[in-house]
């Protein structure tokens, strides 16, 4: 059995944890930057694929963060693809573990301990979004026994139809300059009651009717206009046609 160390037991001091800790936040605090947290909040979350149909980003939290990319952006840069040109910058930055807590974990954010992937972070020298792709936990190796921040992998942020009501300009332009839904004036949702499709509705609540379509045309069943357009598709093709691939059948 190994001896023990009876003048250093810095695996198992607190104090010097606990300095080693006070340490790096000050550090991150004097060489970082403040940057903005964003959670990612998820609407009518699907449990059977993972994914949500609306992501909304609607709260920030200013946290200080400490660029470990100094020689300049990753990834593959920008470059010109058959959808035009693509910014694909990548950048690595560190938080330390109590200043999240501190900052991030409230009361209303209780299962939100550590930094998530899906999350995004505003980063304020070029005005960028970016999105964390993955959060490293052990960037050191438990020297002195503990962990002291996390390691974040962000990547360029590609616009997909998100919500942004976080109250900073900055930030909530990017929907208004990416969002179809502005484009039209309206975002189309769809109601429910009883877990049953109702039709198409404006954010106001009116409902959504094409030219020539009454109430009248509703289904009984479904509360939805596929009268109208079972009536419309039936002179769409004419089924009365011979059919070619057949001995004097038709369609």
């Known amino acids: 059995m190994a001896s023990r160390n009876v003048f250093f037991n810095n695996f198992e001091s607190k104090g010097e944890q606990d300095l080693i800790e006070d340490l790096v936040i000050e550090s991150i605090q004097i060489y970082g930057i403040d940057a903005y947290y964003m959670p990612k909040t998820y609407y009518d979350y699907d449990n059977l694929y993972g994914e949500s149909d609306l992501a909304i980003y609607k709260e920030y939290y200013t946290v ?34 109590r200043t999240f807590e501190e900052e991030v974990g409230r009361e209303d954010l209780a299962n939100l301990t550590r930094p998530r992937e899906g999350d995004l972070i505003w980063f304020p020298l070029n005005n960028k979004m970016y999105s964390i792709s993955f959060v490293e936990h052990e960037p050191v190796f438990y020297q002195m026994g503990t962990l002291q921040f996390y390691e974040l992998r962000l990547e360029m942020f590609e616009y997909s139809n998100e919500r942004f009501a976080t109250g900073i300009q900055e930030i909530d332009k990017l929907e208004d300059n990416r969002s179809m839904d502005v484009f039209l004036s309206s975002q189309l949702i769809m109601d429910s009651t009883d877990r049953l499709p109702l039709p198409l509705h404006l954010e106001t609540g009116d409902r959504i009717l094409l030219d020539g379509v009454t109430e009248l045309d509703q289904d009984d069943i479904t509360d939805s206009e596929n009268t109208f357009f079972e009536s419309g598709a039936d002179n769409f093709i004419d089924f009365s046609d011979a059919d070619p691939f057949s001995e004097g059948g038709n369609f």
Not at 86 to 91: C, G, I, L
């Open 64 to 97: 200080p963060m400490y660029i470990n990319s100094v020689e300049g952006f990753g990834g593959e840069g920008d470059f010109l693809s058959k959808f035009g040109v693509e910014q694909r910058d990548t950048m690595t930055m560190s938080v330390a573990r």
